[in-house]
């Protein structure tokens, strides 16, 4: 089904990290995967893997005819809300425009038919493209959920993965903070080595 332009790497995607399942927005916010090796995959990276992606999550039909400024608005805020996470993770205040965007996709009301008023007709309402409301909706939708994550309970547990190059969030369980056995492998070899060459590797 898919066609070859679509396959950006020849790694899968790890598996979701722990928190992921219960939170969309950790979910969405681990749609960019950087890989060992200097590959990056974007699951959100154009507008079929984006539909693909809302898809699986009960955020849009098969068919919603994204374009590329829809799979453009998922990115944005994706980088937005990985800003806040990762503000929440070091302690630190909130950058302004990131909280402005995901408040602006909070609020959005996909379902109101806008008020238009033009010359020949006069007033009149028309509710907005189809393909609009689904990406409103769904922008909306991660942005509630990344404030319900960041003001509730779990938020103690929110951190990033610990396994460079990874740049995963994930809910840490003990003291376990990586994402994956993948990332965990990958950090105990990397440490291993680093006491076998006395952690000249700096
Ligand atoms: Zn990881």
Redesign the pocket.
């Known amino acids: 089904m898919r066609s070859m332009k679509e396959t950006v790497t020849a790694e899968p995607a ?1 598996p979701p ?1 722990p928190g992921a399942e219960r939170y969309l927005a950790l979910d969405f916010a681990n749609t960019a995967i950087a890989l060992p090796g200097g590959q990056f995959l974007d699951l959100l990276g154009t507008p079929a893997t984006a539909n693909q992606w809302l898809t699986e999550r009960g955020l849009a039909p098969v068919d919603a005819g994204m374009r590329e400024m829809c799979a453009a608005q998922l990115r944005s805020l994706r980088e937005n809300v990985r800003a806040l996470l990762a503000s929440r993770v070091a302690g630190l205040p909130a950058l302004a425009p990131a909280l402005s965007a995901v408040n602006d996709a909070l609020t959005r009301v996909p379902t109101a038919a806008l008020l238009h008023w033009d010359e020949k007709n006069g007033p009149y309402r028309a509710a907005p493209h189809p393909t609009t409301q689904i990406v409103d909706h769904a922008l909306a939708t991660l942005a509630a959920n990344t404030a319900d994550l960041l003001t509730g309970p779990d938020a103690e547990r929110l951190t990033a ?3 460079p190059p ?3 969030y ?1 809910l840490r369980h003990g003291r376990r903070h ?3 056995t ?2 965990g492998d990958r950090a105990r070899a990397a440490r291993a080595y680093a006491r076998r060459t006395g952690r000249e590797t700096d």
């Open positions: 790890p990290a993965c610990g396994s990874c740049t995963r994930l990586w994402c994956s993948r990332c």
